[in-house]
């Protein structure tokens, strides 16, 4: 029952199914361009950039926003990566990208209404009982929280119920890419619903057919 910030396990328990279940709602389509959803994000060879080729890491985008010169807020992190351009044409190489699960976390928020923290809240973590899932835990839970590292490798103020991704926590904690905090237990109730077709005890996330697609 201990609590750690669970780093790109959010790109698969939140952002993946967020977007699966907006893909089975129709709201979504994995081979639209990026820019149908986001129109400011064309510019600089991204026009072609797929919604499958950020799932999949084939945006041809870099790995991740740079931390120099500083920088803080959400909105700073989505101008950021307004101008971007990519490494490579999309869908020709492999580059695992934070950069690209950021942009599904903005995409979320665009189609659902909701920021991602909420959507995922409502739409996946309370149905399936994640108790102790959530991004920016609350101190209430500091003492089950597993501390992560000082923010400076041997110095500065110790990570505990903060997230330690750098460009997470620069946007608030709240990311496409990490942010989440959960336990074992939380997610075992997760990989339950993937092994059961996207059901746990008649309690419905998401299609086999949506499973089958996200695995």
Not at 106 to 117: A, D, I, M, Q, Y
Request: glycine share 8%; charged share 20%; with cysteine.
């Amino acid at each position: 029952d201990t609590i750690f910030d669970v780093a790109s396990l959010t790109k698969i328990i939140a952002t993946s199914t967020a977007v699966m279940q907006l893909v089975e709602m129709g709201k979504l389509n994995l081979e639209d361009p990026v820019v149908k959803y986001w129109p400011e994000f064309k510019g600089n060879g991204k026009e072609e950039i797929t919604v499958r080729d950020l799932l999949t890491h084939y945006s041809g985008l870099r790995p991740s926003l740079d931390q120099k010169p500083s920088w803080s807020g959400y909105d700073t992190a989505l101008r950021m990566i307004e101008e971007e351009k990519p490494l490579f044409p999309p869908g020709t190489n492999f580059i695992y990208s934070d950069i690209n699960f950021i942009i599904l976390g903005e995409l979320v928020w665009r189609l659902s209404g909701e920021p991602l923290n909420a959507y995922c809240a409502e739409h996946i973590f309370k149905p399936l009982e994640m108790e102790d899932t959530g991004f920016k835990p609350s101190s209430d839970f500091r003492p089950r929280i597993a501390p992560t590292e000082y923010q400076h490798g041997p110095t500065g103020k110790m990570l505990w119920g903060e997230v330690h991704d750098p460009a997470s926590r620069n946007m608030g904690g709240v990311a496409g890419h990490a942010g989440l905090f959960s336990t074992a237990d939380d997610l075992s109730f997760f990989c339950q619903m993937l092994l059961g077709g996207g059901k746990i005890d008649n309690v419905y996330i998401m299609s086999p057919l949506m499973v089958e697609k996200m695995t």
